[in-house]
């Protein structure tokens, strides 16, 4: 039976109407109601095509074919369900739909033994508990319950007490932790979330490698004094201050590599009155490149400028790094294994790196990995307007069908 778009179609369809913000974007916090019902979809159409489920410790949700043994090797695909608030209907829910429409087409062809496990990783998006890809980086072991247990949602509950209920249980981290052996490798489908494809009409794409990320906390003070009657010249205004850095941070990108990006993306200012002087700010700041080495040249220039111009300005400085992850290049193998699968349905894939972080960049040092890009309208997403082709989605989904069924991978 030949992958269906217009099943994919519909899933998309029934899936983002599993929203906590109906007209305003995808709303699906992990462990949330929306979360819960776009995850029971998925699991209600696996389990009608011949599959079980299994949820790691984690809370992670995996679906196999009920004819393969749980310790039979088998490809891993999959991403993540969860959004940003008021997001789009592709991100992580195309990387999920497509290796359940490869489980539905082999089972109507009969086959109830392919080896394929559909996998659902809870919290990629970061924003429901303040750090991303908390169920794949459980799953692999370097997060543990203590920082776990730190990371709250706007409830107030930790990763681990809105998790309970689906499955998270810190006292089996390290009995359910992934085992390699389980697994040929992974393959995650997912969106670009950049231009450049559809610029280029490039239905699919092979991702090579995926760029490596810090992430800062800065906090900033000066001092508070009214607005009107204090000199420019007697200021120690941490807005202003702010505001020199983010413009310097901006620069700082191009000047370290035409694919290194920067973003101040959060910033909170005290006591955020209009006739006083800001004593106080906290922002943070994302830098992404595709090589370890940049990143550590930018730690240190960021390092520093920062520290120039708090000193120019007379304003006290804390910076602390929140998050460090290295670039991640995709396994050779598998892209190989790819290209291979693609040329029965496809051009020659062209290749890319993913500039975004993904599940995949945790996987990849534990399992053999590589990714599949799909293009995206004017590189749209993280917003309501996010669109890809349907035919592009069902290609993608045909390589995967023939990567997972070729014996020689």
Known sequence: ?????????????????????????????????????????????????GCRRLVDAAGNVHLRPHGIEDRHPVWLSGSHLDSVPHGGDFDGVVGVVA???????????????????????????????????????TWVGTLDAARLSELKNAQGQSYLEAGRPYGVSPERFKA??????????????????????????????????????????????????????????????????????????????????PQVVATVGRIECRPNAVNVIPDGVVMTVDVRAPADDVLLDGDAELQRRLTEIAARRGLEIKLVTTESL?????????????????????????????????????????????????????????????FSRIDDLALAAQILYKAVTDPSG
């Open 326 to 386: 290295p670039a991640a290049a995709m396994s050779a193998e598998v892209c190989q294994h790819l290209r291979r699968a693609a040329k029965s349905v496809a051009d020659p894939l062209p290749e890319t790196v993913s500039g975004a972080l993904h599940d995949a960049a945790i996987l990849a040092p534990c399992l053999p990995t590589a990714m599949l890009f799909i293009a995206s309208r004017d590189g749209i997403s993280h917003n309501p307007a996010e």
């Open 176 to 257: 359910e932790r992934l085992c390699p052996n389980e697994y040929r490798g992974l393959i995650e489908i997912h969106i670009e979330q950049g231009p450049a494809m559809w610029r280029r009409n490039q239905p699919v794409a092979l991702v090579t490698a995926i760029n490596g990320r810090r992430q800062y906390a800065v906090e900033l003070r000066g001092a508070a004094n009214h607005a009107g009657s204090t000199s420019m010249s007697d200021r120690r205004d941490a807005l202003a201050g702010a505001a020199e850095m983010i413009a310097m941070i901006e620069a700082l990108a191009p000047s370290l590599g």
């Open 99 to 137: 290796p359940l429409e490869v489980l539905r087409a082999a089972w109507e062809d009969g086959c109830t033994s392919l080896p394929l496990e559909l996998v659902i990783f809870a919290e990629e998006e970061g924003t429901t508990f303040g750090l991303g890809m908390l169920g794949s980086r």
């Open 1 to 49: 039976m030949p992958i269906s778009a217009a099943r994919l179609q519909r899933d998309l369809e029934r899936i983002a109407l599993a929203t906590a913000t109906p007209g305003r974007g995808a709303g699906r916090p992990t462990f949330s109601t929306a979360w819960a019902q776009a995850v029971d979809y998925v699991v209600g159409e696996s389990t009608a095509c």
